[in-house]
Structure formats: structure tokens, C-alpha cells
């Protein structure tokens, strides 16, 4: 089946530090990929997608690349801010499935 | 502006009762979604629908029922059956795998059910 598993958190980290998230992910066929983020009492919202291997996605200084010979899409980030402090989703979508398979979520937190 | 709206933002259940959590979309999607979160927790799937007047149960349907009669509405409704409703509820919708399947999904601010 389809699934996608997610570094485990917290992952607490000092301003401008590098940031690296993992995920892999299987399922069949070739999925899409997506990272979510969710700030404290709210929604979820889109960071960044990529559709098709070798693909890079990046908005707001986050970048994640579609490697489709490992599996993965790990999230990035050169310099975080305490305003990134959330949690955040890895994702993927499939043809002719309209279900939407999250990992678990990581919790990041930025100490100032 | 395009969107999809949940309310109440906070709702209090007592011991027994029914509730009905709202959700509206107008970004004229057909697939819509309602997933629980508890503390500290992931997303779990509670029902999902791809058209009007048909859902499929997720993996914790149970104690739980909706119904999708107009396009842009999907409500849940909490029953007494479910013995640890405490929790944020979030509804979301995007295209249909169909129309999509790339294509990403949009979020409500969610629902915060706590049982008094």
C-alpha cells in the first residue's frame, strides 16, 4: 500500500540554523508529493509540491526535491527563523485514489 | 476569495449528546475530507467524499456520520457513540484524483470539540 514515513520529533534547533526534515515515502505507481505546515491552533497549509521525479519545490526559503530513486522528498531549509516554528506534514497523492496519505508530522521548534 | 470555512471555531459537547461541525467549501471541489487530530498527534481520516450523495468511511468512522447532499458542504456530525470526542477537527477538499490528482488540498482553520 501506499505510506509515508517521517523523521520522528521534536526537532529543536537555534535560529539560522540548517534545517533537514526526512521523508520516504512508497507507493505504487508515481505519486505526487507535498509538504503541509501547520501553525499552533490552526489549519493545514500548502509549503511546497513537486509532481514528477527530479521536480524541486520551494516557497518561503524551503526546498524539497522529488528523488525518485530513494524514495524521499526531505525538507530543507539554509536559515530558520522562530516564525518557522510549526509542524509539518510530508504527503502524497496517487492516480485513481482520491485518498491523501500524511506521515505523522514533525514539530519543529526555533529557540531565538 | 475562494476558500473552505469551518465553524464553530470551538464547540462543547456534554455527556450524550449529538454535534454537527460545519464545513463549507467554494472552491467548487468534489472531493472533500474531515480528519481528527488529537494532542501531540497526526491526522487521522474520519470520512471522505468525491461526489454528491457518496462518502466512503476512513480508518475511525466509527461514531461518526456525514452526509453530502450540496457540493460546497460536507458536515460531521459527532454521536454519542464516540466515547473520546475531545479533539480538533479539520475538514479540507481538493479536486477529485480524477480532475487532479496532483493537485493539492486546502484546509479549514479547524474545530475544537471538547466534551464538559
Redesign the interface.
Known amino acids: 500500500g501506499n505510506s509515508v514515513t517521517q523523521m520522528e520529533g521534536p526537532v529543536t534547533l537555534s535560529e539560522e540554523a540548517f534545517l533537514t526534515i526526512n521523508c520516504t515515502y512508497t507507493a505504487t505507481g508515481y505519486p505526487?508529493l507535498?509538504w503541509?505546515v501547520q501553525y499552533p491552533?490552526?489549519?493545514?497549509?500548502?509549503l511546497l509540491?513537486a509532481?514528477k521525479a527530479d521536480d524541486k519545490g520551494s516557497n518561503k526559503g524551503f526546498e524539497a526535491t522529488y528523488r525518485k530513486e530513494t524514495t524521499s522528498f526531505h525538507l530543507e531549509k539554509g536559515s530558520v527563523q522562530v516564525s518557522d516554528s510549526a509542524v509539518y506534514?510530508c504527503a502524497l497523492?496517487?492516480?485513481?485514489?482520491?485518498?491523501?496519505i500524511?506521515?505523522?508530522?514533525t514539530?519543529l521548534h526555533i529557540l531565538p | 476569495d475562494g476558500g473552505i470555512t469551518?465553524s464553530p471555531k470551538y464547540l462543547f459537547r456534554k455527556e450524550g449528546q449529538n454535534v454537527t461541525l460545519s464545513c463549507e467549501q467554494n472552491l467548487n471541489h468534489d472531493?472533500m475530507?474531515w480528519y481528527r487530530q488529537d494532542p501531540?498527534?497526526?491526522?487521522r481520516?474520519i470520512y471522505?467524499s468525491?461526489i454528491v450523495n457518496d462518502f466512503q468511511k476512513g480508518d475511525i468512522a466509527e461514531g461518526y456520520s456525514v452526509s453530502r447532499e450540496k457540493k460546497e458542504s460536507f458536515p460531521l456530525t459527532v454521536t454519542s457513540a464516540q466515547k473520546n470526542p475531545t479533539a480538533f477537527y479539520?475538514c479540507?477538499s481538493?479536486l477529485?484524483?480524477?480532475q487532479g490528482?496532483?493537485?493539492?488540498?486546502?484546509?479549514?482553520?479547524?474545530t475544537r470539540l471538547t466534551v464538559v
Open positions: 505526487s507535498f503541509y491552533g490552526e489549519g493545514l497549509q500548502l509540491k509532481t506534514f497523492t496517487v492516480n485513481r485514489d482520491d485518498k491523501i500524511f506521515g505523522k508530522g514539530r | 469551518q472531493a475530507y501531540g498527534q497526526g491526522l481520516l471522505y468525491h479539520l479540507a481538493r477529485t484524483a480524477g490528482w496532483d493537485t493539492e488540498a486546502f484546509f479549514g482553520q479547524g
